[in-house]
């Protein structure tokens, strides 16, 4: 099965045609990741890279690249949240912030539940 990702002939063949097209003639290019950030205003939302290496033993076959942030896997809901919320105007990390809270006030609302449950079954009102 073949993995997915760019193969390095084609990055290297668009790396080329960049660098030698009118882009790169005019100015010294850096190479930048694309990330997520619904609402954004400016320029495409991005971060650097730090290093390119190729990978050895379980990453073999491949070319990492590692950017100058740390960047992370989302799920589908995840993302499908973020865009949501930046679509009604709201920021992701108050959506994170009320994520946290609301779970935290089930499990409180468990655990008091639990302990009037306890409370009945030894006989106390």
């Not at 660098?19 to 400016?42: F, K, Q, Y």
């Not at 379980?58 to 942030?69: D, K, L, R, S």
Request: net charge neutral.
């Amino acid at each position: 099965m073949k993995q997915p990702g760019m193969e390095i002939g084609k990055a290297c063949a668009a790396l080329k045609s960049i660098a030698d097209g009118p882009h790169g003639r005019s100015r010294e290019l850096r190479i930048s990741v694309a990330t997520l950030n619904p609402g954004a205003v400016g320029g495409s939302p991005k971060v650097g890279l730090v290093e390119v290496h190729a990978g050895i033993d379980w990453n073999a076959g491949h070319v990492i690249f590692t950017p100058a942030v740390p960047l992370t896997e989302l799920s589908s809901d995840d993302v499908q949240a973020i865009h949501k919320s930046a679509k009604d105007g709201q920021s992701w990390h108050a959506y994170q912030s009320y994520k946290t809270q609301a779970d935290r006030i089930r499990t409180l609302e468990a655990e008091i539940a639990a302990l009037k449950a306890e409370l009945t079954t030894k006989g106390t009102p």
